[in-house]
T-cell receptor, first 111, second 111 residues
Framework: DQQVKQNSPSLSVQEGRISILNCDYTNSMFDYFLWYKKYPAEGPTFLISISSIKDKNEDGRFTVFLNKSAKHLSLHIVPSQPGDSAVYFCAASATGNQFYFGTGTSLTVIP | KAGVTQTPRYLIKTRGQQVTLSCSPISGHRSVSWYQQTPGQGLQFLFEYFSETQRNKGNFPGRFSGRQFSNSRSEMNVSTLELGDSALYLC??????????FGPGTRLLVL
């Protein structure tokens, strides 16, 4: 049972435009969410997190939005750069429990 | 601080053999989690150790086991290897179930 879903396996965006990556979850007990970026042959790199008490968190070009009623979170990258091309994973957990990861979205930023 | 290290980085085994993977967490991190990544499956949670105790466990067969030492280093063991065990095995450490920081992974190929 996939509790965290990323329904878009891939996304292509022009350099300088906005990239929006989406993630849906089913467990209403999840209260902590993270986004990771992964390059081939490397482990995932932490990007940004958000707790359920917030609906937005911003760090430079990266902003995560959380819509608890819709059980949906999204990662916005503005402006997108070619170096952002990677696979992005969202993850969620309920306090004290394991993290559940989505299957990833492969982002390609076209120069 | 040094990041999470995993050894070996690559491993080739044959069916029926066993394998032990090692993970050294970031200094001061007491939680170590293990994940299996296969194409199209995202990151599947194996187990989490905290202060030498298994705290959470995913839905993997008993052939997959782990342990954690007093210095927080962790090992994962897979016995009676199957072809389907070929995957990237990732270790992640955190202070205590907060943001997880991943190692580069061990790529296991079972022939």
């Amino acid at each position: 049972d996939q509790q965290v879903k990323q329904n878009s396996p891939s996304l292509s965006v022009q350099e300088g435009r906005i990239s929006i990556l989406n993630c849906d979850y089913t467990n209403s007990m999840f209260d902590y969410f993270l986004w990771y970026k992964k390059y081939p042959a490397e482990g995932p790199t932490f990007l940004i997190s958000i707790s359920s008490i917030k609906d937005k968190n911003e760090d430079g070009r990266f902003t995560v939005f959380l819509n608890k009623s819709a059980k949906h979170l999204s990662l916005h990258i503005v402006p997108s750069q070619p170096g952002d091309s990677a696979v992005y994973f969202c993850a969620a957990s309920a306090t004290g429990n394991q993290f559940y990861f989505g299957t990833g979205t492969s982002l390609t930023v076209i120069p | 601080k040094a990041g999470v290290t995993q050894t070996p980085r690559y491993l080739i085994k044959t069916r029926g053999q066993q394998v032990t993977l090692s993970c050294s967490p970031i200094s001061g991190h007491r939680s170590v989690s293990w994940y299996q990544q296969t194409p199209g499956q995202g990151l599947q949670f194996l187990f989490e150790y905290f202060s030498e105790t298994q705290r959470n466990k995913g839905n993997f067969p008993g052939r997959f086991s782990g342990r954690q030492f007093s210095n927080s280093r962790s090992e994962m063991n897979v016995s009676t290897l199957e072809l389907g065990d070929s995957a990237l095995y990732l270790c992640a450490s955190s202070v205590d179930q907060e943001t997880q920081y991943f190692g580069p992974g061990t790529r296991l190929l079972v022939l």
